[in-house]
């Protein structure tokens, strides 16, 4: 299938540029699962969030989860988790937008049915050995469920179909943004109250890393510029962003978010925790991570505000005075913000103008860091030079006699 604008950039293997093939995760295809007669079978892993789950889900298991509209990073940690199967109780796809994560579950060679319905989350019970027999889902050989068994040509035409929806999903989105600017503009004009932090921000670089589009190659990116060792930024994970830090053996300084995507090795790193207290909306005047940091014993603070949990990440940056931040797998796109199941950008455009140029791609700083002179680069030169007059020193006869005549001179009385 051919992949629109709106849609480029999110299907692609660390590039921007085209969809993402069976090939790519070459693991999966042609391994038998999803493919003949044979029921699929493995132990179920149920949970409503999908982000809960994989941290549990092991290659072989049955995932069981409530997803309306498979987002892009959900089925990735899906796909990076390996189960034979995904039953979804919801539609994976509602053709409200063109969303593509069913595409990547499908491109895996891992069998889905959706649509089977909520009762799913209660007939299934975590461990339970699940055969998944066309649309049929069974435990003990009782028919539990019925779905509908996605694969790549019904997954296509889905997001054909959901195309056409893309005008009033977008006029929608439009408005919803402008009247929730109305309701947050305290994070432009600078009523928002900062909490004091223990870290310092005032003139240092700081590296925001949330676990969006593209995070892992943006990461490694940067590492590979040398910017993580020879600039030693402030590194603040949003949620499961502080996990992808560990990943790749930096320690967070700071996590900030409500806590629900991060492990708890990760909590006891040693990080500064800061709670995103919701000061608007649903959850208003709440703080839903503090209930898990309080029972887990361990300190935070608050920092209640309106938008998302990057978004106060980088007012408490802004806000402390940090010289530039950095951003990694921060979200543009409104695909992106739909696939995380907002309906609006307002908070994100006004923090974004807020805090105007001192916020940068992750990419954008490892190429130019990548053309600049490191110091560390200078040292070497400059060692390798002092290094190759010694050599020429020790090994040059007539080096020596003119470097001794010399020394003489010097030291002869008058």
Not at 96 to 102: A, C, D, I, V
Not at 242 to 251: P, Q, R, S
């Amino acid at each position: 299938m051919r992949f629109p604008p709106w849609a480029r950039g999110t299907a692609t293997n660390g590039h921007r540029n085209g969809p993402r093939t069976g090939a790519w995760f070459g693991y999966r295809n042609g391994n038998g699962h999803g493919t003949g007669d044979e029921p699929i079978k493995g132990a179920a892993r149920v949970d409503r969030k999908t982000k809960r789950l994989v941290k549990r889900l092991q290659p072989g298991d049955i995932a069981v989860i409530h997803h309306a509209d498979i987002d892009r990073i959900a089925a990735e940690t899906l796909v990076d988790a390996a189960p034979a199967a995904v039953i979804n109780a919801a539609p994976s796809t509602t053709g409200r937008y063109p969303n593509l994560g069913p595409l990547l579950l499908c491109q895996a060679g891992i069998t889905l049915v959706d649509d089977v319905g909520g009762d799913v989350m209660d007939s299934i019970a975590e461990g339970d050995i699940v055969a998944v027999d066309g649309d049929r889902i069974l435990v003990d050989g009782e028919v539990v469920a019925t779905g509908v068994r996605q694969d790549l040509d019904r997954v296509d035409a889905a997001i054909e179909a959901a195309r056409s929806n893309i005008g009033p999903e977008l006029e929608r989105f439009a408005n919803n943004t402008v009247v929730y600017m109305r309701q947050e503009i305290d994070l432009l004009t600078g009523s928002v109250e900062v909490p004091e932090t223990r870290i310092q921000f005032a003139g240092r670089q700081v590296l925001i890393v949330v676990r969006g589009i593209d995070y892992k190659q943006d990461l490694a990116l940067l590492r590979q510029s040398g910017y993580l060792k020879d600039v030693r930024p402030i590194l603040v994970g949003v949620d499961g962003g502080a996990d992808a830090l560990l990943e790749i053996g930096e320690t967070p300084d700071m996590i900030i978010g409500d806590f629900d995507s991060v492990s708890e090795a990760t909590l006891r790193c040693g990080a500064e925790l800061v709670v995103h207290g919701y000061s608007s909306g649903r959850a208003n005047g709440e703080a839903p991570g503090a209930e898990r940091l309080e029972r887990l014993g361990l300190p935070y603070t608050v920092f209640s505000a309106p938008g998302t949990s990057e978004d106060i990440a980088m007012l408490l940056a802004d806000g402390h005075g940090a010289e530039l931040m950095v951003s990694v797998g921060t979200h543009f796109s409104m695909v992106e913000f739909l696939d995380k199941g907002r309906g609006g950008m307002a908070s994100t455009f006004l923090v974004r103008m807020k805090v105007g140029s001192r916020l940068v791609d992750a990419r954008g700083v490892s190429r130019l860091y990548q053309q600049s002179v490191r110091t560390r680069d200078l040292l070497m030169l400059v060692g390798s030079a002092l290094f190759t007059l010694a050599l020429v020193f020790v090994l040059s006869e007539p080096v020596r006699l003119v470097v001794k005549a010399f020394w003489l001179t010097l030291t002869a009385g008058p």
